[in-house]
């Protein structure tokens, strides 16, 4: 009999504790699915009974469970926007096709969350309405040239228009802008025309600099002729004055000689008839000798002759057969 009721007994300590462990058990992973960490640059909107409760940031955070609920995940990274491209209007009534492409980031994950239904959405309908309205103030040639206005004035726009959404425009950059074919095929031979005259100018500043190049060559190359010709000038009078110097020098030693060993009259005039002879050495056909010089010549002669007779007279006679 007591071991009939001990069963009971057992089988309902038994049951107790295997409802206690699954309780616990159960407990246990409420606890664990309520834990949640948050990983680096997200992060989490945390509501309570439906409405904003807190922000959690990186590290490890715990929810209430049945009382709090994850609202969305945010990402703090920069993203891009590829938007479609868009059909413009320049103010000289050009139209053609530009898209864009937006650098963004979320700075305030409740904003974010709370201030605007599909922000990607309304971001590309306000770059399109802006950009129609920036390009519609330019011509043509303004678009093409003028990027980087038009990137900066975009931007501005766009991150005065989304900070109430908690969102940040970096950057905005045009990728491509496309002309109409007619509009391309004129830019093509305006540019090709342009090349061609850039061409024309550089060869003809080429042939210019050349024939200036060779224009001064020859310039200095007679620059230099003439300054040689006329140092070899300058030398040979220098060295027909050195010459003639000499001589004058060599005549007045010669008279200063004459003058020193005192000659008289005859040795002078004797001087001056071997003179004479050199004159008359087969040089000249006519010779003109001073009077004075003549009766010194005459006796000269006579001399002579008076010396070719002793000479005769000093010889022997030939014998007589």
């Known amino acids: 009999m007591n071991n009939f009721v001990g069963i009971p007994v057992a089988l309902a300590i038994d049951g107790g504790t295997v409802a206690f462990l699954i309780l616990v058990i159960i407990l246990l992973v409420i606890l664990i699915r309520n834990i949640r960490i948050v990983p680096q640059a997200t992060d989490f909107i945390i509501e309570r009974f439906g409405g904003y409760h807190t922000t959690w940031t990186t590290g490890i955070h715990m929810k209430i469970p049945f009382v709090d609920r994850v609202a969305k995940v945010v990402s703090l990274k920069e993203k891009v926007a590829d938007f479609m491209p868009q059909a413009v209007i320049t103010k000289d009534n050009v139209t053609m096709q530009i898209d864009t492409v937006l650098f963004y980031q979320v700075v305030d994950p409740k904003l974010f969350t709370y201030g605007i239904e599909n922000p990607i959405i309304a971001i590309e309908n306000l770059s399109a309405t802006t950009l129609r309205n920036i390009i519609g103030d330019l011509e043509l040639d303004e678009c093409l040239t003028s990027r980087d206005l038009i990137n900066t004035k975009m931007r501005v726009i766009l991150d005065e228009a989304t900070d109430p959404w908690g969102i940040k425009v970096n950057r905005v950059e045009l990728k491509n802008i496309l002309p109409p074919r007619e509009i391309q095929n ?92 050199k004159l008359a050495d087969g040089r000249a056909t006519k010779i003109i000798i001073p009077s004075e010089i003549q009766g010194l010549a005459g006796l000269a002669v006579s001399l002579k002759e008076m010396v070719k007779e002793d000479k005769f007279e000093d010889q022997p006679a030939p014998p007589v057969e």
């Not at 050349?210 to 224009?215: D, F, K, L, N, Q």
């Not at 040689?228 to 300058?234: G, L, M, P, V």
């Not at 200063?256 to 008839?273: C, E, F, R, T």
């Open 186 to 277: 004129a830019m093509e031979k305006q540019m090709k025309a342009e090349r061609e005259k850039r061409e024309s100018i550089l060869r003809a500043e080429g042939e210019k600099e050349a024939a200036i190049r060779v224009a001064e060559g020859q310039k200095t190359a007679a620059i230099l002729r003439a300054e040689a010709k006329k140092e070899s000038q300058i030398r040979e009078a220098e060295g027909e004055a050195q010459a003639i110097m000499k001589v004058q020098e060599a005549t007045a030693r010669g008279l200063k000689m004459i003058k020193d060993v005192h000659a008289d009259q005859g040795l002078i005039s004797i001087k001056s008839l071997e003179t004479l002879a």
